[in-house]
């Protein structure tokens, strides 16, 4: 277990408890903005250093992943290595959980009994926090982050929102004190985005938390009286926020713009920069196992946390895919969590690194584009299409505020939620020509018009459902 610094935790209540964790974090703050400006070098023997850190670490305390490294002298081992180690999945990673973790006396069983019980703490084992993810695979995961690593998690990827908030300053704000952060996130659960966030929530300046499955009519008049420096929410709300905006009903100027847990369209991305033209548009990709990205500052993609975590982009035979190419996947390490070991662990989404170094001077490699995920792609016999592609004529229509693009045996249907009447005949045959362009012959697509699409327990809407779901 890492050590804490000065920082201990008396037998006091939960809010203490959080206030102790906020506390630290802010503690690591300073170095984890400056490690924005290292170099390459600088960035490499780290990487080395905890690498070979994470090795010592396995070897002695995760018998599962001691028997599978052994191979290895972590003394000399360097980040290339790591091709030489077995990969691993999520039902590996649930099978073999109790010879994973390290944390004496834990159980799976007693963690999955402790989510059952819990309300609104995550904490378990002492200080040790546990989430929990769906996942598009449908079979949850259980991980669980020792106090240093939940708080490095949530600090690499905000490093890249407190340089936007900077000039704030100019304007007499003072970060984060008197920042005010509205966050249309997950309900009350165990998921990554809702645990952290109720954490690293400043106790003196607490984030304004609203539920992603509340309405438009039910959020806006809340985002107006708190007229949030920081608003961040899912991508699949832009269009609800833009029309209320464009209506005079939304009437808020933020700062900063952040979209997260969802695809970001590229057209979703530049309505939300006309829309606020003042506010930085940022966005950055996360994941439970280990986090992952920080916000590009010029607002056009994002960069890996590649000090604490190695991302490696993989084709579906698992060799590895070059800067410029899509992936199929991505294996992860996380080398900062020593509560719950992560090598080499399978994410089916489909990754895009850039072959250029990115204009705003970062050393950290950057990141393109995600698209989306390889499970949620739409298979028509020997025919893979990619939902996305079809989502192009659905994000033309400014009237779709929520919309599922649902694979039919022959085709698509579209279940939407709109403000007005949409150009049916237009969008109809824009999906059909997206078919067709992948070779399917007579495309059929349908569409229904609904109330209400229903959220995942994280608040997320699932804009793909192949057949297999």
């Not at 980040?79 to 959980?97: G, Q, R």
């Not at 993810?133 to 600090?155: E, I, K, N, Q």
């Not at 249309?184 to 929530?201: L, P, Q």
């Not at 007005?420 to 078919?435: F, I, N, P």
Request: hydrophobic share 40%.
């Amino acid at each position: 277990m890492e050590k804490r610094g000065d920082w201990t935790l008396a037998e006091t209540n939960i809010e203490q408890q959080r206030a102790a964790h906020y506390a630290f974090l802010i503690s690591l703050t300073p170095e984890f903005i400056g490690r924005l400006s290292w170099s390459r070098a600088q960035i490499e023997a780290h990487r080395t250093r905890a690498f070979r850190e994470l090795l010592r670490h396995v070897q002695a305390r995760s018998p599962w992943h001691a028997r599978r490294v052994a191979h290895i002298n972590p003394s000399a081992a360097t980040p290339a290595d790591i091709v030489h180690l077995p990969t691993m999945n999520k039902s590996d990673l649930m099978e073999n959980w109790d010879e994973i973790v390290t944390v004496p006396g834990a159980s799976r069983r007693e963690a999955e009994q402790a989510l059952r019980n819990m309300t609104d703490q995550f904490y378990i084992w002492g200080d040790n926090v546990l989430l929990a993810s769906g996942g598009t695979g449908g079979r949850p995961g259980l991980f669980v982050y020792d106090w240093s690593g939940l708080a490095t998690a949530w600090a690499g990827m905000a490093r890249g929102f407190i340089r936007s908030l900077a000039p704030l300053a100019k304007r007499g704000v003072e970060v984060p004190q008197q920042v005010r952060i509205a966050s249309i996130a997950a309900e009350k659960s165990a998921h990554g985005s809702y645990v952290m966030s109720r954490i690293f929530s400043n106790p003196l300046n607490p984030t304004h938390r609203l539920s992603a499955w509340r309405s438009a009519e039910e959020l806006i008049p809340e985002l107006n009286a708190i007229q949030p420096h920081f608003l961040g929410c899912y991508p699949s709300l832009i269009p609800s926020l833009v029309a209320a905006t464009n209506a005079r009903e939304l009437e808020i100027e933020p700062r900063i713009v952040y979209f997260g847990a969802e695809h970001l369209p590229d057209a979703s991305r530049q309505l939300a920069r006309e829309t606020w033209p003042r506010a930085d548009i940022l966005t950055c990709w996360s994941t439970s196992e280990g986090g992952g990205t920080f916000p590009c500052p010029r607002g056009d993609g994002f960069h890996v946390c590649e000090d604490l975590v190695i991302i490696e982009p993989v084709d579906r035979a698992g060799a590895p895919v070059a800067p410029g190419q899509r992936s199929s996947g991505i294996y992860l390490t996380n080398l900062f969590n020593k509560a719950l070991p992560i090598i080499r662990y399978f994410i089916d989404d489909i990754f895009e690194l850039d072959d250029q170094p990115c204009a705003c001077g970062s050393s950290y490699q950057k990141v393109r584009q995600v698209h989306g995920r390889s499970l949620e792609m739409f298979h028509y016999g020997a025919i893979a299409v990619h939902p996305a592609t079809l989502e192009l004529a659905v994000l033309e229509q400014p009237r779709i505020l929520e919309y599922q693009i649902r694979q039919t045996p022959r085709g698509a249907h579209l279940v939407y939620r709109s403000k007005g009447e949409v150009d049916a005949a237009r969008l109809s045959s824009k999906m059909r020509q997206a078919l067709l362009s992948y070779g399917l012959q007579r495309p059929e697509i349908t569409f229904e018009k609904i109330a209400l699409l229903e959220r995942t327990a994280a608040g997320k809407l699932k804009h793909y459902l192949p057949l297999t779901h």
